[in-house]
């Protein structure tokens, strides 16, 4: 079977959506690295570091676009509100000063 004709639910449950939304970082590490998919690279590093969730959203576009495409509508809409929600609030913890 091809690796663009997966059903993303055949695969992974509801369980590892939010694990995907609320812990990026771990659920990159552990589930990602561990299946050597894209986060293994060195583009794929950086975006663990710096931004995970877009990493995820990349990923599961490569993935699942094709089969699931409401999916990842869904995880880069997460990604992205998720990214600059983190901004805002460093922004705000910085008392409104930006580095």
Excluded at 35 to 40: K, Q
Excluded at 65 to 90: C, Q, R
Aim: hydrophobic share 55%.
């Amino acid at each position: 079977m091809d690796a663009h004709t997966i059903d993303f639910w055949a695969v992974h449950g509801i369980l590892f959506c939010l694990a995907c939304a609320v812990f990026p970082r771990l659920t990159l590490f552990f589930l990602s690295f561990a299946a050597n998919t894209l986060a293994i690279t060195p583009l794929g590093i950086l975006g663990w570091f710096f931004m995970p969730r877009l990493t995820i959203a990349i990923i599961g576009t490569m993935y699942y676009g094709d089969t699931n495409p409401l999916l990842v509508v869904i995880a880069w809409l997460v990604a992205i509100s998720g990214e600059f929600g983190e901004k805002k609030i460093a922004v705000r913890r910085n008392g409104g000063k930006q580095n």
